[in-house]
């Protein structure tokens, strides 16, 4: 019979492999919204005018995503549907899937830890890099002169660098023409901040995963080196 840690590590794979697509399709959704506002402006009114403003700045910051991204893939994939593997590979004792086995499951084990980490580092980024930039704002005055046009004839906000989230709160407190703009800004907004949220229990469940998995795997260890050790005496036994 598994050990009560076992069912433990079944269930914190499994909130682990459910927070990380949370984490992915938080991600995902960010990224094919400014993929679909790169051609296109939002229409600002401004000195009793209006003028379009390019979606997507200058010097746009996308490096947190891709690691928030990496962490999440290496979350799923990996520790998720790879210690899905690795604990049901343990079970098989004899021939080729004992040894590849034997193997994957020490290094899944192992792999737990980095795995960890990496959320770690991005949590940590992603927090940094947002704060660096908190409290930024856009200049009316800069943003009216930059004769800008549709798509490709566009010209970006030069100034500073920004955080997708960073960006699209700067635009709300702009005079936007468009009330569609503002509630669709808004909307996106709150993935934006929930992708980085999501960082801190992505981190803390695979954490939990990895420390459950090491005490899970002494415990296993443990019984299985006791069972031997009855087995061997029995074998005495019987030969004498």
Do not use: C
């Not at 994939?77 to 499951?105: E, P, S």
């Amino acid at each position: 019979m598994a050990p009560p840690l076992t069912l433990v590590l079944w269930v914190s794979i499994g909130v682990l492999m459910v927070d990380s697509i949370i984490e992915l399709s938080f991600v995902s959704s960010m990224v094919a919204w400014l993929h679909r506002r790169a051609g296109r402006d939002f229409e600002i009114a401004y000195n009793g005018s209006t003028y379009p403003l390019h979606g997507k700045p200058l010097n746009l910051l996308v490096n947190q995503g891709h690691t928030s991204n990496g962490a999440a893939g290496t979350a799923f994939v990996l520790i998720g549907m790879g210690g899905i593997l690795a604990l049901w590979l343990r079970t098989r004792t004899n021939g080729f899937l004992g040894k590849f086995g034997k193997f994957w499951y020490t290094f899944w084990l192992v792999m737990t830890i980095p795995s960890m980490l990496l959320s770690l580092a991005a949590l940590i980024y992603t927090m940094v890099l947002t704060y660096q930039h908190d409290n930024q704002t856009i200049s009316n005055a800069v943003a009216s002169q930059l004769n800008n046009h549709p798509y490709p004839n566009y010209v970006a906000y030069p100034l500073d660098s920004w955080t997708p989230e960073n960006w699209f709160d700067a635009v709300l407190k702009l005079d936007l023409v468009n009330s569609s703009d503002r509630s669709n800004i808004e909307e996106h907004l709150r993935v934006m901040r929930g992708w980085r949220w999501n960082l801190i229990p992505m981190f803390i469940i695979g954490l939990a995963v990895s420390a459950v998995a090491f005490a899970e795997f002494l415990i296993v260890r443990r019984r299985r080196g006791g069972a031997g050790g009855v087995r061997e005496l029995e074998q005495k036994s019987l030969s004498s």
